[in-house]
């Protein structure tokens, strides 16, 4: 170990020394907190001393304060004593053995043959110093035992002129133990005592970078990083308390894993508990169950020792750097000292602990961590506590916590009335760290139903559970004890039925019954909701009335309001399904750039963020991306929606992730993918909900890309069957007739494909514009040439004002074709920059392709780049002309299109060419039809 802040201590000890070779002998009480380099220097000393003056040396053990005249063994037998003076002391040291020593080296009653053992060696010493000067250099002394403790004070007496410096190192300053010896050596006129104290922040600076202050002896701790901004002083500082033991350790552990670890800093904290006496370390182990909240007293029950023993112990642990104020200086030292109590001590420990705060009123959640640690109960009370602190941890967004109290509480509880209840919020903890290692509880509680021993917001909630799983035979009986509630009278059940069948409708339509209940509009129920009622439940079911009668502006805005409250309101089992059907409005009311950022926002990194929840917002972010156009996004996010969740934990509801991934995969171009995930093994029960639809509708977007029409159409039109059966037959959900539409198309059937496009034009209203666009997509497929250019404009303004770039880039792609077949090739130069631009942006590979087929005949649109700046500096009107131009508009075209003159087209587009410094039409950028054409419209849903 490297001395630091140590020269005055060596220079002084020196100092000693010399005085010592001129017959002045001396005493040195080394002392001080535990591990603060009183070792280190001691040997320093004996190190340093010159060639002449002879070295004897001895540590002291608590093992071995037993065994008489120990220490004086070890200093007095040795290969290079004279040969008189060690078998004298051998004879002197087996008559000691015989001797009975006293407890304490001040006990009046000493035997004779003891004093005369102790005045034999005495003498044999002070004989040995009258040939050459002695160091008798002693280590932790108070672990010595007794008989060698009084020859000690026998030398010390008779220093005098005497050639003999003795050091000592003494740890236990506020021990009792060996009093007395302190006190007569501190009586004695050559007494020095050297107080060492834990580094200053300076001195842990010079000790990591290798500074002054180092005994030329001591060897520099080795470091090829010589840059000092890599250590960070302070953080060494505060982890070690200036301690020099940990402070080794600390820079090795930063060497080897770059943080403190268990091995290194871990082991060295308990090297220097274990060196400490043992009050010492109990007090530790309490403090490390208890917390820096224990007070002195509640660390004395807990250790059982008196509250004097305890401040003293937590005096010294301060002292020594090992701790600040009864808080550990790191998690790692408190782990260390943790996993070093036996299972048995710790389980005791937790045991004790929750005894005692309960009894002094603790926190709930406080007494309950030592519940769960301790595994064990201690009466009814002890449940009571478990159960509160469960809904504490499920408000505090902790449901490990939680599901570790309800384990205990349901193992522990003797009331067969309420298990069943406490098993059910068991199962919604569980629930929201793996819907599948919640399933166990399924079959008990389906059982609890039909013995009338659960509680309707818990049936309620395994009904989801339920149908999650597919389990729908149970899910029937289970509902059928909820419907059983329509004729209760209170309050908080009245409404509850019709919330039912409004929830069913729009997630497992199935099972839902139609009702006679008027249809709402932006979720004004009308129902009364009551201190009883779950606000999330019937946000839950009013979002689902809003998907079934189709969503609109309106609904769109009751979304938005829900999503704003969940950081508010008090969150329940029925949150995350009111959040997903939330972001599922916005998406299909035609905002997915809203749903993005409200999933954006709502997974914030948090250090308790649910599997479920982390989950199901990355599925929902992946299908917004999927309907801004942005496909290498949404592949993305539907990737981590299946890594946070297992496939299998996702039951029914995996057709929403697969199938964004699916469809995401599709239109990139990545079919292998596409196809792994068409393997995974969709559930019959998953075809029976609104996920089936999801996937579906990806996987006939397959087919149709790999060239299996029949099997895209059969996809399709299975999708539409279920949508009209189940009364959610709108294309913002699922646009199916477009894509049996496509099937019918390539199969040769141009009849059928129309009969679904008119019968999509009829039902998209103004509120769809991405159906419409679609639509007249494929109306331009059918019918002629010429009037295909009109349709697809159309159809591009359309989808240019709900965002969707994929579908813009499938409308440019027909609308170049279009130009190229009616030999408008200027026009369709300009239409093949802007398809390019987009197909690019959307990471559209297959329709990129088909693009690029194509280039030899509309070549020449590379353009020379032009700066944002330059973009930005155009004004909104320049912006809107160039837009225009930029598709190939003529300037009349421009002029009747905006309401203006030709004259103001070409002022305008004058400034323009100026502004971006290009010469003619076609250097324009393609990023203006995205920036310009209206401040509303992006390919991609971006600003």
Same mark, same amino acid.
């Given at each position: 170990?490297?001395?630091?802040?140590?020269?005055?201590?060596?220079?002084?000890?020196?100092?000693?020394?010399?005085?010592?070779?001129?017959?002045?002998?001396?005493?040195?009480?080394?002392?001080?907190?535990?591990?603060?380099?009183?070792?280190?220097?001691?040997?320093?000393?004996?190190?340093?001393?010159?060639?002449?003056?002879?070295?004897?040396?001895?540590?002291?053990?608590?093992?071995?304060?037993?065994?008489?005249?120990?220490?004086?063994?070890?200093?007095?037998?040795?290969?290079?004593?004279?040969?008189?003076?060690?078998?004298?002391?051998?004879?002197?040291?087996?008559?000691?053995?015989?001797?009975?020593?006293?407890?304490?080296?001040?006990?009046?009653?000493?035997?004779?043959?003891?004093?005369?053992?102790?005045?034999?060696?005495?003498?044999?010493?002070?004989?040995?110093?009258?040939?050459?000067?002695?160091?008798?250099?002693?280590?932790?002394?108070?672990?010595?035992?007794?008989?060698?403790?009084?020859?000690?004070?026998?030398?010390?007496?008779?220093?005098?002129?005497?050639?003999?410096?003795?050091?000592?190192?003494?740890?236990?300053?506020?021990?009792?133990?060996?009093?007395?010896?302190?006190?007569?050596?501190?009586?004695?006129?050559?007494?020095?005592?050297?107080?060492?104290?834990?580094?200053?922040?300076?001195?842990?600076?010079?000790?990591? =970078?290798?500074?002054?202050? *180092?005994?030329?002896?001591?060897?520099?701790?080795?470091? $090829?990083? $010589?840059?000092?901004?890599?250590?960070?002083?302070?953080?060494?500082?505060?982890?070690?308390?200036?301690?020099?033991?940990?402070?080794?350790?600390? /820079?090795?552990?930063?060497?080897?894993?770059?943080?403190?670890?268990?091995?290194?800093?871990?082991?060295?904290?308990?090297?220097?508990?274990?060196?400490?006496?043992? %009050?010492?370390?109990?007090?530790?182990? %309490?403090?490390?169950?208890?917390?820096?909240?224990?007070?002195?007293?509640?660390?004395?029950?807990?250790?059982?020792?008196? *509250?004097?023993?305890?401040?003293?112990?937590?005096?010294?642990?301060?002292?020594?750097?090992?701790?600040?104020?009864?808080?550990?200086?790191?998690?790692?030292?408190? %782990?260390?000292?943790?996993?070093?109590?036996?299972?048995?001590?710790?389980?005791?420990?937790?045991?004790?602990?929750?005894?005692?705060?309960?009894?002094?009123?603790?926190?709930?959640?406080?007494?309950?961590?030592?519940?769960?640690?301790?595994?064990?109960?201690?009466?009814?009370?002890?449940?009571?506590?478990?159960?509160?602190?469960?809904?504490?941890?499920?408000?505090?967004?902790?449901?490990?916590?939680?599901?570790?109290?309800?384990?205990?509480?349901?193992?522990?509880?003797?009331?067969?009335?309420?298990?069943?209840? /406490?098993?059910?919020?068991?199962?919604?903890?569980?629930?929201?760290?793996?819907?599948?290692?919640?399933?166990?509880?399924?079959?008990?509680?389906?059982?609890?139903?039909?013995?009338?021993?659960?509680?309707?917001?818990?049936?309620?909630?395994?009904?989801? =559970?339920?149908?999650?799983?597919?389990?729908?035979?149970?899910?029937?009986?289970?509902?059928?004890?909820?419907?059983?509630?329509?004729?209760?009278?209170?309050?908080?059940?009245?409404?509850?039925? =019709?919330?039912?069948?409004?929830?069913?409708?729009?997630?497992?339509?199935?099972?839902?019954?139609?009702?006679?209940?008027?249809? *709402?509009?932006?979720?004004?129920?009308?129902?009364?909701?009551?201190?009883?009622?779950?606000?999330?439940?019937?946000?839950?079911?009013?979002?689902?009335?809003?998907?079934?009668?189709?969503?609109?502006?309106?609904?769109?805005?009751?979304?938005?309001?829900?999503?704003?409250?969940?950081?508010?309101?008090?969150?329940?089992?029925?949150?995350?399904?009111?959040?997903?059907?939330?972001?599922?409005?916005?998406?299909?009311?035609?905002?997915?750039?809203?749903?993005?950022?409200?999933?954006?926002?709502?997974?914030?990194?948090?250090?308790?963020?649910?599997?479920?929840?982390?989950? *199901?917002?990355?599925?929902?972010?992946?299908?917004?991306?999927?309907?801004?156009?942005?496909?290498?996004?949404?592949?993305? =996010?539907?990737?981590?929606?299946?890594?946070?969740?297992?496939?299998?934990?996702?039951?029914?509801?995996?057709?929403?992730?697969?199938?964004?991934?699916?469809?995401?995969?599709?239109?990139?171009?990545?079919?292998?993918?596409?196809?792994?995930?068409?393997?995974?093994?969709?559930?019959?029960?998953?075809?029976?909900?609104?996920?089936?639809?999801?996937?579906?509708?990806?996987?006939?977007?397959?087919?149709?890309?790999?060239?299996?029409?029949?099997?895209?159409?059969?996809?399709?039109?299975?999708?539409?069957?279920?949508?009209?059966?189940?009364?959610?037959?709108?294309?913002?959900?699922?646009?199916?007739?477009?894509?049996?539409?496509?099937?019918?198309?390539?199969?040769?059937?141009?009849?059928?494909?129309?009969?679904?496009?008119?019968?999509?034009?009829?039902?998209?209203?103004?509120?769809?514009?991405?159906?419409?666009?679609?639509?007249?997509?494929?109306?331009?497929?059918?019918?002629? #040439?010429?009037?295909?250019?009109?349709?697809?404009?159309?159809?591009?303004?359309?989808?240019?004002?709900?965002?969707?770039?994929?579908?813009?880039?499938?409308?440019? #792609?027909?609308?170049?074709?279009?130009?190229?077949?009616?030999?408008?090739?200027?026009?369709?130069?300009?239409?093949?920059?802007?398809?390019?631009?987009?197909?690019?942006?959307?990471?559209?590979?297959?329709?990129?392709?088909?693009?690029?087929?194509?280039?030899?005949?509309?070549?020449?649109?590379?353009?020379?780049?032009?700066?944002?700046?330059?973009?930005?500096?155009?004004?909104?009107?320049?912006?809107?002309?160039?837009?225009?131009?930029?598709?190939?508009?003529?300037?009349?075209?421009?002029?009747?299109?905006?309401?203006?003159?030709?004259?103001?087209?070409?002022?305008?587009?004058?400034?323009?060419?100026?502004?971006?410094?290009?010469?003619?039409?076609?250097?324009?950028?393609?990023?203006?039809?995205?920036?310009?054409?209206?401040?509303?419209?992006?390919?991609?849903?971006?600003?």
């Amino acid at each position: 170990m490297r001395l630091v802040e140590r020269d005055e201590q060596v220079r002084y000890l020196d100092r000693l020394v010399d005085e010592c070779r001129e017959r002045r002998g001396q005493i040195v009480l080394l002392n001080g907190p535990a591990t603060t380099g009183k070792t280190e220097l001691l040997r320093v000393c004996a190190d340093r001393a010159p060639e002449d003056v002879r070295v004897l040396r001895a540590t002291c053990s608590r093992a071995e304060q037993s065994l008489p005249f120990g220490v004086l063994s070890q200093l007095l037998r040795s290969d290079t004593l004279p040969g008189e003076l060690t078998a004298r002391v051998d004879r002197l040291l087996r008559n000691g053995a015989c001797a009975d020593a006293p407890a304490r080296p001040d006990h009046d009653a000493v035997e004779a043959a003891l004093v005369r053992i102790v005045h034999g060696l005495g003498v044999a010493v002070l004989d040995l110093a009258a040939e050459t000067p002695l160091l008798i250099a002693v280590d932790d002394v108070q672990h010595a035992d007794v008989p060698s403790l009084h020859c000690l004070l026998y030398i010390a007496r008779r220093l005098g002129s005497a050639r003999v410096l003795v050091v000592l190192t003494d740890e236990a300053e506020c021990e009792t133990q060996h009093s007395s010896f302190r006190a007569e050596l501190r009586r004695q006129p050559h007494f020095h005592q050297l107080r060492l104290a834990p580094l200053t922040r300076e001195g842990v600076a010079a000790m990591l =970078h290798g500074g002054a202050g *180092t005994p030329a002896t001591d060897t520099p701790l080795t470091d $090829t990083r $010589t840059d000092a901004t890599l250590w960070d002083t302070d953080a060494f500082f505060r982890a070690s308390g200036g301690n020099p033991l940990l402070l080794h350790a600390l /820079i090795e552990d930063r060497h080897i894993a770059g943080a403190p670890r268990a091995e290194g800093y871990g082991l060295a904290l308990l090297s220097c508990l274990y060196r400490d006496r043992p %009050a010492v370390l109990q007090v530790v182990r %309490a403090l490390a169950v208890l917390g820096d909240a224990g007070a002195d007293d509640e660390l004395s029950q807990l250790t059982g020792l008196d *509250t004097e023993t305890v401040s003293r112990a937590l005096h010294d642990l301060d002292a020594a750097g090992l701790i600040d104020k009864r808080a550990f200086r790191h998690p790692v030292a408190r %782990a260390a000292v943790v996993d070093d109590i036996s299972p048995q001590d710790r389980l005791a420990l937790h045991r004790r602990a929750a005894q005692l705060m309960h009894d002094r009123g603790a926190p709930t959640m406080t007494v309950a961590r030592h519940l769960v640690e301790a595994r064990h109960t201690h009466g009814p009370w002890a449940v009571r506590v478990l159960l509160e602190a469960a809904e504490q941890a499920m408000l505090g967004e902790d449901p490990q916590m939680a599901t570790e109290c309800l384990k205990l509480a349901h193992r522990s509880s003797s009331d067969e009335q309420d298990r069943p209840a /406490i098993r059910a919020r068991l199962a919604q903890a569980e629930w929201e760290l793996s819907p599948s290692a919640a399933a166990r509880h399924l079959t008990p509680l389906v059982a609890a139903v039909r013995g009338g021993l659960l509680g309707h917001g818990d049936r309620l909630v395994l009904l989801r =559970h339920l149908l999650w799983h597919g389990r729908t035979d149970e899910a029937e009986t289970v509902l059928g004890h909820l419907r059983g509630t329509a004729g209760d009278q209170r309050p908080e059940s009245r409404d509850e039925p =019709h919330d039912i069948e409004r929830w069913l409708a729009a997630t497992h339509p199935p099972l839902a019954r139609r009702s006679r209940h008027p249809h *709402t509009r932006g979720g004004d129920t009308g129902h009364l909701l009551t201190p009883l009622s779950d606000p999330w439940w019937r946000s839950a079911a009013d979002l689902g009335d809003l998907i079934t009668r189709g969503p609109d502006p309106q609904a769109a805005d009751r979304a938005e309001q829900i999503l704003a409250e969940t950081g508010v309101g008090r969150r329940s089992p029925w949150t995350e399904e009111a959040v997903q059907l939330a972001l599922s409005v916005l998406i299909w009311a035609g905002r997915p750039g809203s749903a993005a950022d409200w999933c954006d926002r709502l997974n914030d990194p948090a250090p308790r963020q649910t599997p479920v929840r982390t989950a *199901t917002l990355a599925a929902m972010r992946a299908e917004a991306a999927i309907r801004q156009g942005d496909l290498r996004a949404g592949a993305d =996010h539907a990737r981590q929606a299946l890594t946070h969740l297992a496939p299998k934990a996702w039951g029914v509801a995996i057709g929403l992730p697969l199938g964004s991934l699916v469809l995401a995969a599709t239109r990139t171009g990545d079919y292998e993918e596409a196809a792994q995930c068409l393997t995974h093994s969709a559930n019959d029960a998953m075809f029976h909900s609104r996920y089936g639809l999801h996937y579906l509708h990806a996987r006939g977007h397959y087919h149709l890309a790999t060239s299996h029409p029949h099997a895209a159409l059969a996809d399709f039109l299975s999708c539409g069957e279920l949508m009209r059966a189940w009364d959610l037959d709108a294309s913002a959900l699922i646009p199916w007739r477009t894509g049996a539409a496509e099937a019918w198309l390539r199969l040769g059937n141009p009849d059928q494909a129309k009969r679904l496009v008119y019968d999509e034009l009829t039902r998209a209203g103004a509120d769809d514009p991405r159906a419409r666009g679609s639509a007249l997509r494929l109306l331009a497929a059918l019918g002629p #040439v010429s009037r295909q250019p009109e349709l697809l404009t159309e159809a591009l303004d359309l989808l240019e004002d709900c965002g969707d770039g994929y579908e813009q880039a499938r409308v440019l #792609v027909d609308l170049c074709r279009s130009y190229r077949a009616l030999d408008e090739h200027r026009r369709a130069r300009m239409v093949f920059r802007r398809a390019s631009h987009v197909t690019k942006l959307c990471n559209a590979g297959p329709l990129n392709k088909e693009l690029t087929s194509a280039s030899g005949d509309v070549g020449g649109f590379e353009t020379a780049p032009v700066g944002a700046d330059g973009i930005t500096s155009l004004t909104g009107s320049e912006r809107r002309v160039a837009a225009l131009a930029v598709m190939g508009c003529t300037n009349r075209e421009i002029a009747g299109k905006l309401h203006i003159t030709a004259s103001t087209v070409e002022q305008h587009l004058t400034r323009v060419y100026r502004k971006l410094n290009v010469k003619r039409r076609k250097d324009l950028p393609v990023d203006l039809r995205n920036d310009g054409a209206t401040t509303e419209r992006t390919p991609l849903g971006r600003r």
